[in-house]
Every structure is written in structure tokens, then in C-alpha cells.
Nanobody
Framework: QLQASGGGLVQAGASLRLSCAAS????????FGWFRQAPGKERALVAA????????YYPDDMEGRVTISADYVANTVNLRMSTLKPEDTAVYYC????????????????????????WGQGTLVTVSS
């Protein structure tokens, strides 16, 4: 199971840290990602992490504004967002996908996007202008 937290109402320009607590799975065997879905839009990947944090992936439009990290003792995946804009307003979800050791980062990200094994319940981030 995944439990997301940390959302809230912030002003434009602020920073925010989301956290996703994982339970009931072998944490190091999974790739994790944060997605977001804004009203009227499709869910989109924000960031992904795997291989004990050594591999991270950010879509071009998120690069530089978000940082994903994982705590392999506490079994949590965190997303730090900075310089938030009103267009970042969305429900943010964490997801996990099992990834064999032989998989590349691309394979793991593709699995997260197309066939994640677990989803968190979502946490709402609202950025006011």
C-alpha cells in the first residue's frame, strides 16, 4: 500500500514536500513515481526513482523544479517541489511498479506509466496566485 501526504494550499513561488509511505512490499524491488492530474487533464508523470535512489527520471517540463528522493530505511518516497506555479495545482499521486534487476531505467519508467502495481490515494496541491 502507498499513503501519500503533504499536500495543501500554498502561494505561488513557495516550495512543498510530498511524502509517500510504502508498506507491504519489498521497497528496494520497486520503482516509484509521482504523478499529477489537474482538472480536465490526463494524469502525467512528475518524477521517478529506482535502484536505491541511484537512478532518477524527470520529464523535461519538470526538470529543475522537482526533486525525488527515497528513504530506504523508512520506506518513503519524497517529492520536493520548488517555485510552485498556479498551473502546478493538481492531485498528486505516488505509484510503485515492480522492476526486475535486469530492467533499464526506461523500462522501469515505462512500467510505472503503463502498469503500476500500486497507487496511493492522492494528495491535493493548490497553488494560489
Amino acid at each position: 500500500q502507498l499513503q501519500a501526504s503533504g499536500g495543501g494550499l500554498v502561494q505561488a513561488g513557495a516550495s512543498l514536500r510530498l511524502s509517500c509511505a510504502a508498506s507491504g512490499l519489498t521497497f528496494s524491488s520497486y520503482a516509484f513515481g509521482w504523478f499529477r492530474q489537474a482538472p480536465g487533464k490526463e494524469r502525467a508523470l512528475v518524477a521517478a526513482i529506482t535502484w536505491r535512489g541511484s537512478n532518477t527520471y524527470y520529464p523535461d517540463d519538470m526538470e529543475g523544479r522537482v526533486t525525488i528522493s527515497a528513504d530506504y530505511v523508512a520506506n518513503t518516497v519524497n517529492l520536493r517541489m520548488s517555485t510552485l506555479k498556479p498551473e502546478d495545482t493538481a492531485v498528486y499521486y505516488c505509484a510503485a511498479a515492480f522492476r526486475p534487476d535486469s530492467w533499464s531505467l526506461v523500462d522501469a519508467v515505462r512500467r510505472l506509466i503503463t502498469q503500476a502495481d500500486y497507487w496511493g490515494q492522492g494528495t491535493l496541491v493548490t497553488v494560489s496566485s
